[in-house]
């Protein structure tokens, strides 16, 4: 062959091969075959978003981590925040480990160097800059390079349960506190109306159990008909078959938005299609029947009932089947959970699934404080003392409640029976305290 020839090819070749990667960046939807490896677990749900922290070219947005953790960072004090590391003792350290770049300790689509929570750095690396620790506190001497986050002492961003004070403070209370109950929710404000006649169109066929179900809801005692889930928009009343979840936001706007923040709900966030068991890459076990099932706010509520003790056991267990969701059953919690459901137990008393996951907590709602439901399961998993302070210590002393979670085979079990690891920490603060 001619070497002209061969340069025609090479040409076409080139625009051919060109073409298909500048449609591929530009037009088609699916970018996936530009990742370098998967995506962490943290993060897989949103990768087909890459512009949810890619530049339209390819490199990482300068401020891509703190658009979406921002205010977790503040509202956990952050104990590393990028403004202490400018002075020049601080600075110094940087050249150990960059900590003013996230990227530096949690990688993206690197699965073979990234652990546990998403971080790429080894268990010992708070020694770099810690080295000294022992000058300072005598009672650190001989402590072993990787246990500062390890023996449940300290994080890295979150160290509000596990300050010495607060240790201190919360040294030696009773396994079971006197009277074991978690915070009343706040009731919304009630517009009682009886609405003797809801509106809808005649074609919509309605059995008896959905009018049923809607009559006897909180909705209905609400005066919320038919037509406020089931309108087009406020002006415009045609009917809509299946309202989504952004029908419910237009009143439960704080429900919503935690939602999104969470693995249950943040591909909606992207305006990706919702999240179902079949699209689960971690691991965690599901029903089989429960591959096609998906999460919006009418997993758990459904559609017209809005019971909401169902949506904190029942509903959970329509989808998660790994060991610890299936232990549940078997345990005091459930037990407890139980006799209040039944009406024998008192009110709060109980230990639903809901009760670690979707704890109820004070928030800034449209200006008012508020004690709501939050609807970010994802927000109190890790690291666990955030849920030690959130929710066992209503009920339980500080040093049972974080032994308890530094148990993994008793987080397996579902906390049926006592914890079996030492938590030195406390006595080194009884030590202190003498
Ligand atoms: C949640 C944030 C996030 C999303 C979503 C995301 N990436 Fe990334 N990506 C990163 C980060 C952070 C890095 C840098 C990793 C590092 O330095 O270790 C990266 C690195 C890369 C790299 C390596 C090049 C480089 O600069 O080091 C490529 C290629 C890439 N991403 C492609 C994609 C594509 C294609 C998508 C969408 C299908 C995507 N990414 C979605 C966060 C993300
Ligand atoms: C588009 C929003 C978004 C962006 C951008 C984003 N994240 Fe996330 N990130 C989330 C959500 C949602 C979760 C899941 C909720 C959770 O686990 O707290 C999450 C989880 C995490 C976790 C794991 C938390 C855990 O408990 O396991 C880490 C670490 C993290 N992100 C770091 C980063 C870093 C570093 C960047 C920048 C490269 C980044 N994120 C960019 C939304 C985002
Ligand atoms: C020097 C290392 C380092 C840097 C830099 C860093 N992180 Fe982390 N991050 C960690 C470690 C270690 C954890 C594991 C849990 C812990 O110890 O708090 C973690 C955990 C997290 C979590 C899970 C929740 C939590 O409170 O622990 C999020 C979210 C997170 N990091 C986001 C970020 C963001 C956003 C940045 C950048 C502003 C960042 N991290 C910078 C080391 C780092
Ligand atoms: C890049 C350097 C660097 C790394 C890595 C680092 N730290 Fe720090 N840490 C600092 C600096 C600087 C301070 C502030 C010192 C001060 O205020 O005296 C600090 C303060 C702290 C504090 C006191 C927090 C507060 O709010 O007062 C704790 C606890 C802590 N670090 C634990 C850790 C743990 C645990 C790790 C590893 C998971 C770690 N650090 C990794 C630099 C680092
Ligand atoms: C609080 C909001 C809300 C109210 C009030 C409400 N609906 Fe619905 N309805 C929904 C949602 C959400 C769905 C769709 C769920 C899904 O995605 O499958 C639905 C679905 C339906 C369906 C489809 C069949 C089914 O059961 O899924 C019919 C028919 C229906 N509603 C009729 C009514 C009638 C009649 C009333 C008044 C008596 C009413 N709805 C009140 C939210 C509401
Ligand atoms: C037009 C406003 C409006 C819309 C739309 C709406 N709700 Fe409500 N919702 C209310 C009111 C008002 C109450 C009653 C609050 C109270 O009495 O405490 C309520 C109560 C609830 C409750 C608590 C029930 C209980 O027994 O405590 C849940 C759960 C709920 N709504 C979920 C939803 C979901 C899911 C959607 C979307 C399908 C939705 N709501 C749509 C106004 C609305
Ligand atoms: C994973 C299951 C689940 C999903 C998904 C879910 N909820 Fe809930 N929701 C609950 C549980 C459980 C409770 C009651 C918890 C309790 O009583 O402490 C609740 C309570 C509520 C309440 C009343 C109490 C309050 O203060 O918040 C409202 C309103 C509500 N949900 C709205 C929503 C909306 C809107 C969505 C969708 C954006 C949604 N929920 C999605 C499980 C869920
Ligand atoms: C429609 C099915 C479905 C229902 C109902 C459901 N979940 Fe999930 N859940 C999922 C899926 C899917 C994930 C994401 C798993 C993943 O990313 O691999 C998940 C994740 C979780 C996680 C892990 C979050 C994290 O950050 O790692 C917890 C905890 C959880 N769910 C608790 C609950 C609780 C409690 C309920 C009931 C109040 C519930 N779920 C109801 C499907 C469901
Ligand atoms: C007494 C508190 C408590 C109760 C009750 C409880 N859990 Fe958990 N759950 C936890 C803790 C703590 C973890 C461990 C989080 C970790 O290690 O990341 C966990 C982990 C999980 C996980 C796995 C999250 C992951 O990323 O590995 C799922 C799913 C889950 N729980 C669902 C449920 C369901 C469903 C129920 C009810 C049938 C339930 N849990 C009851 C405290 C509880
Ligand atoms: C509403 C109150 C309440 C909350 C919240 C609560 N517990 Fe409990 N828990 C109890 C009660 C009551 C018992 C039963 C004590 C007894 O009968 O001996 C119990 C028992 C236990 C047991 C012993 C179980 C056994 O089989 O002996 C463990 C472990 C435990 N809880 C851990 C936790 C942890 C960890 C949390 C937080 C994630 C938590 N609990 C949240 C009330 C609560």
């Given at each position: 062959m001619s070497q002209y020839r061969l340069w025609i090819i090479w040409i076409i070749g080139s625009i051919y091969v060109s073409g298909l990667l500048s449609y591929w960046m530009f037009?088609?939807?699916?970018?996936?075959?530009?990742?370098?490896?998967?995506?962490?677990?943290?993060h897989y749900q949103i990768e087909l978003k890459c512009s949810a922290c890619h530049e339209e070219w390819g490199e990482v947005k300068q401020n891509a981590c703190m658009d979406c953790h921002e205010q977790q960072m503040e509202n956990i004090h952050d104990s590393h925040p990028k403004t202490k590391f400018n002075t020049p003792s601080t600075k110094k350290m940087l050249k150990k480990v960059d900590a003013t770049r996230c990227v530096s300790c949690h990688q993206e689509h690197k699965p073979e160097s990234t652990d546990h929570g998403n971080v790429s750095q080894p268990s010992d690396f708070c020694w770099h800059c810690h080295d000294n620790i022992a000058e300072e506190r005598p009672s650190h001497e001989g402590v072993t390079f990787d246990s500062c986050s390890t023996a449940g002492c300290h994080n890295y961003h979150d160290n509000r349960a596990l300050y010495e004070d607060f240790v201190a403070?919360?040294?030696?209370?009773?396994?079971?506190?006197e009277a074991p109950v978690v915070e009343a929710k706040e009731v919304y404000k009630k517009i009682v109306k009886i609405i003797q006649a809801p509106l809808f169109p005649g074609d919509v066929a309605v059995t008896e159990e959905l009018m049923r179900e809607w009559h006897d809801s909180a909705h209905a005692a609400a005066g919320i008909d038919c037509l406020q889930c089931h309108r087009t928009s406020e002006k415009d009343s045609t009917w809509v078959k299946k309202p989504n979840y952004q029908v419910c936001m237009e009143c439960h706007e704080q429900e919503g938005q935690d939602f999104q923040m969470g693995h249950h709900g943040m591909r909606l966030a992207h305006e990706l299609s919702p999240m179902t068991p079949g699209m689960s890459r971690s691991g965690l076990e599901f029903k089989r029947d429960a591959k096609h099932k998906e999460l919006t706010c009418v997993s758990c509520h459904s559609s017209h009932e809005?019971?909401?003790?169902?949506?904190?056991?029942e509903a959970c267990l329509k989808c998660h089947n790994d060991s610890h969701s299936k232990k549940f059953s078997q345990s005091k919690h459930n037990?407890?959970?139980?006799?209040?459901?039944?009406?024998?137990?008192?009110?709060?008393?109980?230990?639903?699934?809901?009760?670690?996951?979707?704890?109820?907590?004070?928030?800034?709602?449209?200006?008012?404080?508020?004690?709501v439901v939050e609807h970010n399961q994802s927000a109190n998993l890790r690291p666990h003392d955030i849920m030690v302070r959130q929710v066992c210590m209503d009920c339980h002393g500080?040093?049972?409640s974080l032994k308890s979670l530094a148990d993994e085979a008793?987080?397996?079990r579902n906390f049926i029976g006592q914890p079996e690891v030492d938590l030195e920490t406390f006595d080194w603060v009884r030590?202190?305290?003498k």
């Open positions: 037009f088609s939807e699916d970018k996936t075959q530009f990742l370098p490896g998967d995506t962490s677990y943290a403070k919360h040294l030696d209370e009773p396994n079971l506190k809005y019971d909401v003790q169902k949506a904190a056991v037990h407890l959970w139980l006799k209040e459901k039944g009406g024998t137990g008192l009110v709060n008393s109980g230990v639903s699934c809901a009760t670690c996951h979707m704890p109820r907590v004070l928030k800034d709602v449209r200006g008012e404080e508020k004690i500080y040093e049972f008793l987080i397996q030590e202190r305290n």
